[in-house]
């Protein structure tokens, strides 16, 4: 798995979760039951990942639509 970015902002990663899946790719969301248990107050950022071999094909999807930025 190769890690995209890592958010706070559930809206946006929900956001950059269906534009990947509309590109066909299986965006994995790690971090989650971390971010529930903190009460999503934004401590623990959630990381947003894809498999290896389809990272470029992400970067270059997320880069199309505005949207790669590192952090």
Known sequence: MRVL???GDPIR???LQALLRDGGLRPLLLDSHMSAVE???GAFPQR???PEE???AAES???E???WRLG
Do not use: M, P, Q, T
């Open 5 to 7: 970015l890592s958010e």
């Open 61 to 63: 999807l997320l880069r």
């Open 54 to 56: 389809e990272a470029a």
């Open 65 to 67: 639509a505005g949207e």
């Open 13 to 15: 990663l929900g956001f």
């Open 48 to 50: 947003l990942a894809v």
């Open 39 to 41: 009460g999503r107050i």
